[in-house]
């Protein structure tokens, strides 16, 4: 550890279990200690979650890539009618799901899209209401807030009317994807077109109010500063002081291939990865669980993310596209063994569990 008055007074306090301020979470980001970092928050983790990591068996339906958007950090949307552009039927949808259902573990799905610029609101809770009917069995966990700011604006609906009858369509859990950073200035500059930080805060504040779950995420490592960082971490944190709706949050790191970002940004180092992974769990007192997504992270790195404060994992990802066409050098998928073998060699418990971290029963 640095024997600083600053560092000393960090680490008393998290032994204390006292709340970290935002000149702390700034200290951190400053200090080149890694380890410590690391240490500080596997000692939280240990604290709160005790030794289980959580996986489960998932499926991801990216129903199109035709997206209004084009945010500058996306390798994924295309504009209509452009080279590799789809939009999925819902017959598409149900053979992918169907494809999937082979692996006799599959329990539940991650619906997350573009926003299509001519697809109606009733088209997306159609395709939905249908997978939900054709595969009862599946946990639904889908969209994001900005996904459904959109699917507002569009319909004339307001956000609660839209999440209400996307539950009644069977949507379990919300996905926390969209956040990016929670900075009208960096929302400006990278995605002027989708939802602000203020529209994706109350998604999420509705959603709470109305009993259904979200995640919550950070994509990091383009041209946000530091501050901004610790700052979209204190304002998850408040809005789960007010609701305590959140379930896990995600560190995403800029994958900058195939997007119009990634020409001057390159990409974070797996020091920056596991120092954002570990400062988090330390901000975020009153979360429950952070997720290394492997998918982003590589498996290598996010086995080692589970000593830096993360307690989640993710899933077998069957058929993710979005975060491969960033360049994503992770598998596109990985068997339940394999992840149940990445978790024990880093000594802890797997457990399989669905979209609302219930533990289900496996063979």
Same mark, same amino acid.
């Given at each position: ?66 997206? #209004? ?12 009618? /452009? ?22 573990? #599959? ?49 004339? #609906? ?24 929670? /900075? ?25 109010? #109305? ?43 800029? =994958?900058?291939?195939?997007?119009? =970002? ?69 598998? =596109? ?31």
């Amino acid at each position: 550890m640095l024997c600083t008055k600053e560092y000393e007074e960090i680490e008393q306090k998290v032994m204390r279990g006292e709340r970290l301020t935002r000149e702390d979470g700034l200290r951190l980001f400053a200090c080149p200690d890694l380890a410590w970092i690391g240490a500080m928050a596997d000692y939280v983790r240990k604290k709160k979650c005790g030794d289980i990591v959580y996986y489960n068996v998932n499926c991801h339906v990216n129903l199109t890539n035709i997206c #209004l958007s084009r945010c500058k950090f996306c390798a994924f949307g295309r504009d209509e009618g /452009s080279p590799g552009a789809y939009a999925m039927s819902k017959e598409d949808a149900i053979e992918l799901v169907r494809d999937a259902m082979r692996d006799p573990h #599959l329990a539940g799905l991650h619906v997350v899209s573009g926003l299509h610029p001519t697809w109606s609101f009733e088209h997306y809770l159609d395709i939905l209401q249908t997978l939900h009917e054709k595969f009862p069995s599946l946990y639904l966990k889908g969209f994001t807030g900005v996904e459904i700011t959109h699917f507002s604006r569009i319909s004339g #609906l307001s956000v609660r009317e839209v999440l209400l009858r996307l539950k009644d369509a069977g949507l379990q859990a919300i996905a926390g994807g969209g956040a990016e950073i929670l /900075s009208d200035r960096i929302r400006r500059e990278l995605c002027p077109k989708k939802a602000t930080a203020d529209e994706w805060l109350e998604v999420a504040r509705t959603a709470h109010g #109305l009993g259904i779950k979200t995640n919550a995420s950070m994509l990091y490592g383009h041209i946000e500063t530091m501050e901004e960082r610790v700052d979209h971490l204190l304002k998850l944190r408040s809005l789960q002081d007010e609701t305590g709706g959140f379930q896990t949050f995600i560190c995403f790191p800029f =994958l900058p291939k195939n997007t119009e =970002l990634g020409k001057t940004i390159s990409q974070t180092s797996m020091w920056d990865d596991l120092r954002t992974m570990a400062i988090s769990r330390l901000l975020l007192d009153n979360f429950q669980n952070i997720k290394a997504y492997w998918v982003m992270l590589t498996v290598p790195v996010a086995q080692v993310a589970l000593g830096f404060g993360a307690n989640d994992i993710d899933g077998t990802i069957h058929k993710e596209t979005i975060l491969h066409d960033a360049g994503a050098t992770s598998p =596109l998928a990985l068997q339940e063994d394999t992840i149940i073998r990445i978790i024990r060699e880093a000594g802890r418990i797997p457990a399989a569990s669905d979209c609302n971290f219930n533990i289900l029963p496996t063979d």
